[in-house]
């Protein structure tokens, strides 16, 4: 990825649109003004391609909150990671005393990021703690120490809409160096696209859509798996669970609906040792 990506604030448009339905699943207040009029076009565009995109991105938000309220209310976690962070305001959401956040992103998009929340009255910025690394080259884990993460307590991770967009070499890199560099009781968590979608192959013509309007974004879509579990292994992970968005919507709002096409991404959380922590 060269410059600032654009992808971050495509969901940032979907997370304000989410955050206003009638019975919202999560709510972002930050979400409308930091995506501005370019995220909300870009999302308009993609709207064309993958109408489901919006239900799909509340539910992935949603779910993700929910690791980081159990981590935070009921574990006792002090330290919340967020990869790839893009326009995140998790860290402004979701503030807890005593708990710390740490933004990690591309340099080119952190720089973007921090620009526009100086210009947004009232955030609080000094709520996260901002780490530029460039998954490709760079090793995250030496960027969060050096940024004051402690490596002896148990940290959350989030790599949300992060990996599709990486070579597999910087994700098993990125994954490795995690598992061996944090507290074994950490917890990563990340969204993962099917191994055609990645390739380009077997798809239908909404899904070269998809992927070409991605592309044409100039992040590619590079990375998929229809199973995770192997490289995770190979990572150096103990413990793997996926989860499936049209279980997620089943769970969240209630019904299974074929035609949003959500079967083919899934949300994987791993962790270095075995736990026995009730994420849901
Ligand atoms: C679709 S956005 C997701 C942003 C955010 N996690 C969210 O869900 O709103 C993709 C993110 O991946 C980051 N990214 C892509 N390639 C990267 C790389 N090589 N190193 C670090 N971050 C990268 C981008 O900077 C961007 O923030």
């Not at 979400?31 to 919006?54: K, T, V």
């Not at 080259?137 to 599709?164: F, M, N, Q, Y």
């Not at 192997?230 to 992970?237: D, K, M, S, W």
């Amino acid at each position: 990825m060269d410059g600032a990506s654009s992808t971050a604030l495509m969901v940032c448009a979907y997370r304000a649109r989410a955050s206003t339905w009638p019975q919202p699943i999560m709510t972002d207040r930050w979400a409308a003004a930091l995506a501005g009029e370019e995220g909300q076009r870009i999302a308009a565009g993609f709207d064309r391609h993958w109408p489901a995109m919006e239900t799909w991105l509340a539910l992935r938000v949603a779910y993700l909150d929910r690791l980081v309220a159990l981590a935070t209310d009921r574990l006792s976690v002090r330290q919340v990671v967020i990869l790839g962070a893009g326009y995140d305001t998790r860290a402004a959401r979701m503030p807890k005393s005593g708990v710390r956040y740490f933004e990690v992103d591309h340099p080119d998009t952190q720089a973007a990021k921090r620009a526009r929340l100086a210009a947004l009255p009232g955030y609080p910025v000094d709520a996260a703690t901002y780490a530029p690394c460039d998954f490709e080259r760079e090793d995250p884990v030496d960027r969060l120490r050096a940024a004051g993460l402690s490596t002896r307590l148990p940290t959350l991770v989030l790599w949300e809409g992060v990996v599709p967009y990486l070579t597999e070499a910087a994700v098993r890199a990125t994954a490795t160096t995690l598992a061996r560099g944090l507290d074994p009781r950490s917890l990563l968590a990340f969204d993962f696209v099917g191994k055609n979608l990645a390739a380009g192959q077997k798809l239908s013509a909404q899904d070269h859509g998809m992927r070409d309007f991605i592309g044409d974004l100039a992040e590619p879509v590079r990375f998929g798996s229809d199973h995770i579990t192997p490289l995770l292994a190979e990572c150096g992970y103990r413990w793997v669970r996926t989860v499936s968005f049209d279980d997620l919507a089943l769970q969240l709002l209630g019904d299974y609906q074929r035609e949003r096409l959500f079967r083919f991404q899934r949300i994987a959380l791993a962790s270095p040792s075995v736990v026995d922590a009730p994420w849901p």
